[in-house]
């Protein structure tokens, strides 16, 4: 649908950036990088350790984005090698307990959703054989 209205575009883009910003602060690695981040400043090898499963370039892209959105502070220090050190911002902090309650839920849900899974894929299985 093309916006008619000057209000219809705003709307259309204030519903698009909501989006986008839902889909940047809830995604797996951004979780991870900001829970380690709002404990205090991070340095890029630490949280390549303790993100689990992250790729550099993943872990570098990330980072960029974070910071882009205004949710890290990357801070160099002039030393040889150069120390750098990403800590997350009053806004990432005030997002911080939001992360806790769906990292949670997570938690306490994950082998229901497990569950749920080993019986839809069993089903399907089972359709798929009949049909």
Request: proline share 0%; glycine share 2%.
């Given at each position: 649908m093309i916006p008619r209205t000057t209000?219809?575009?705003?709307?259309?883009?204030?519903?698009?950036s909501v989006l986008e910003v839902l889909g940047r602060v809830s995604g797996k690695w951004?979780?991870?990088?900001?829970?380690?981040t709002t404990q205090g400043p991070?340095?890029?090898?630490?949280?390549?350790?303790?993100?689990k499963g992250i790729s550099r370039r993943m872990l570098t892209l990330t980072l960029r984005n974070l910071e882009r959105d205004g949710l890290l502070t990357r801070t160099v220090y002039p030393t040889v090698p150069p120390k750098v050190e990403?800590?997350?911002t009053p806004?990432?902090?005030e997002l911080y307990d939001t992360l806790?309650?769906?990292a949670g839920w997570a938690e306490r849900?994950?082998?229901e959703?497990?569950?749920s899974r080993v019986r839809y894929d069993r089903r399907a299985l089972a359709e798929a054989e009949t049909a």
């Open positions: 209000a219809e575009a705003s709307a259309a883009r204030d519903a698009c951004s979780i991870g990088i900001l829970l380690v991070a340095r890029f090898t630490e949280l390549e350790r303790l993100v990403y800590t997350a806004m990432a902090r806790l309650t769906l849900h994950l082998h959703i497990d569950e």
